[in-house]
């Protein structure tokens, strides 16, 4: 397969759907579109791109394998231990209102989980919490908040009775908890910022991004917060350079705009 062909590939599937694959490392991401393509008997890259454009199936799968739609409510529970007892305490010292982004909110499950634990904190306010993403049908999903027993394992019974009404096998968070988020569409590598954000959270997002995207991500990240405010990023995504973006670090995985 001819570096003209994976050219013209990206090209493609750029216009096509938003997503620009120079922004990701190429060894990984060739590595993972090759298996998939192997997978569906594709001659090459613009073979692949025909059975792409000819079964919108496949085009939804391959979007979701690209944009790593893999979720739950409290991801990494100790980290949002950490969230609920230090990090957003300290925000609402600062603020009483917070202005909460999830960047990369996939099926919605993080952005329920800060509502969920912002009702608890705070019950008698309303923050505004922005969920984006790139993929609308994972949004779609996300607005209709019903889920599986697999995504809901790391809520406690008393929550999950408090906050979801159980049928036909999915748990469906409440109308209450739902109206609290602002779901949009957003490509994280495109697309303006918004500023004035509390807390930021990218996790498990930039995993296949280049170094070069990444840098640019974080810094972007960092303008788009207030001074006081913090960045969340996944386990696997320490920012190595964050004193020289202007962040301070505040806790493993969690950086501080200064005030």
Known sequence: MSDKDWALFKQKLHTKSGINLNDYKPAQMQRRIGNMMSRHGASGYLDFF??????????????????INVTEFFRTPEKFDELEKK??????????????????????????????????????IKHRILATDLDVEMLAKAKQGS????ELKNIPPARLKKYFAQADGLA????????RIDFQ????????????????????????????AKEGLYRRFF??????GVLFVGGTEAILNFREIGFNHYLPFF???PL
């Open 147 to 150: 889920y599986t027993a697999n």
């Open 87 to 124: 990090v957003v305490p300290d925000l609402l010292k600062q603020s009483t209102k917070l202005s909460i982004w999830s960047a990369g909110c996939s099926i919605g499950a993080e952005p329920y989980s800060l509502a969920i634990m912002l009702n608890e904190l705070t019950p008698h």
């Open 223 to 228: 303008a788009a917060l207030k001074p006081g």
């Open 172 to 179: 469906t968070i409440s109308d209450d908890i739902k109206a």
């Open 50 to 67: 025909s059975k792409l454009e000819a079964n919108p199936k496949l085009y939804k799968d391959f979007i979701d394998f690209l944009t």
């Open 255 to 257: 950086y501080r705009k």
């Open 185 to 212: 569409r957003h490509n994280l590598l495109v697309d303006k910022f918004e500023t004035g954000f509390d807390l930021i959270l990218c996790r498990n997002v930039v995993i296949y991004f280049t170094e070069e």
